[in-house]
């Protein structure tokens, strides 16, 4: 029996900021690091191999590729391993976390960890652009999971955010493979109202008219 091929998207995303050796706090982290012209960035190829499965499993996990660039870490380092988790579930009804986790190396070869998440919540539709673009960002000492982030070493913290123009080039980039076009189509517009709705449901009632 022939199987049919899984229909999948990539897209790539960059996000630039600050962060800070030493600090734990993500705004002391930003703010310290911006006064001291400290950059922080990452390239990456979010890729997500079967979209169906993506969709359908609470996790909405994807891989990432690509590079990250810090002077402290020795400049541009490439990530062995990356994931990314789109619009997870929290203990809060409403809201959300993009998760991103990439492994890289030092110039020493140490492994180190970037840890970042943005926040999705109800906190008015003004904020949809700042929740959708900030990500507030912990580098590890080690390569460290998801269950053992909480007793792992912070080596660095402070917030990335998606520049404006990023973003319009990041819409230029998503990307469909599928083995019909009929496919294609259906996949990329399930995607579509997957991510639209996630932001509905959180933003969405603040929308509609209130009761005299």
Known sequence: MTTTPPTSLQ????????????????????????????????????HIADLDRFLDLPSHQGTAEGWVQCDAL?????????????????DRPAER?????????????????????????????DRIW???ST?????????????????ATVLAAGILIIQKADFAHQMTTFRVDGPTL???????????????????EIYGIQMLPHPQ
């Open 11 to 46: 897209f790539t995303e960059e996000m630039k900021g600050h962060v800070t050796f030493g600090e734990t706090d993500f705004a002391l982290g930003a703010e310290s690091a911006r006064a001291d012209r400290r950059y922080f960035m990452f390239h990456l190829t979010i």
């Open 74 to 90: 020795g400049g541009q380092r490439h990530v062995e391993q990356g994931t990314f988790n789109l619009f997870v579930d929290t």
């Open 182 to 200: 009929a496919g294609r189509v259906a996949a990329a517009t399930r995607f579509g109202k997957f991510f639209l709705g996630s932001l509905w």
């Open 130 to 132: 700042h929740d959708t």
């Open 135 to 151: 990500l507030y960002t912990k580098l590890l000492s080690g390569h460290v999971s998801a269950d053992e982030e909480a007793g």
């Open 97 to 125: 976390h993009m998760l991103y986790r990439l492994f890289i190396r030092d110039e020493a070869d140490q492994p180190v960890t970037m840890s970042g998440f943005k926040v999705i919540k109800d906190d008015g539709v």
